[in-house]
């Protein structure tokens, strides 16, 4: 089992910047493709970014590309957001595939592990 716990959300005006976190605990996810994904209220959970196991491939929604990066450390993955603009309000989870370690996928259903999210709201 995997657990994953999320940090670095909350409020910051357009055109501000936030750097989420996830550290993951209980096994290692060192050979893993891990991802952020997002949701808001109503809406289905929606593919923001995904890393592979060595960081050396990244994806990228288009509504994030050239604000967003990825990076991660050996079993955390960050979510560097710059640029933000309100319609980037969402609560922001972590995941880690399920067996992939170099295909990024953008379907949630493919990701075994999950966080509790973390709350990200951006003012206009």
């Known amino acids: 089992q995997v657990q994953l716990v999320e940090s670095g959300g909350g409020l910051v005006q357009a055109g501000g910047s936030l750097r989420l976190s996830c550290a993951a605990s209980?096994?290692?996810?060192?050979?893993?493709?891990m991802g952020w994904f997002r949701q808001t209220p109503g809406k289905e959970r929606e593919f923001v970014a995904g890393?592979?196991?060595?960081?050396?491939r990244s994806s990228y929604a288009d509504s994030v590309k050239g604000r967003f990066t990825i990076s991660r450390a050996t079993n955390t993955v960050y979510l560097e957001m710059n640029s933000l603009k309100p319609e980037d309000t969402a609560v922001y989870y972590c995941a880690v595939d399920r067996g992939r370690w170099l295909l990024i996928t953008t379907d949630a259903n493919e990701y075994a592990y999950w966080g509790q999210g973390t709350q990200v709201t951006v003012s206009s």
């Open positions: 890393i592979s196991w060595d960081g050396g």
């Open positions: 209980g096994r290692s996810v060192s050979r893993d493709v």
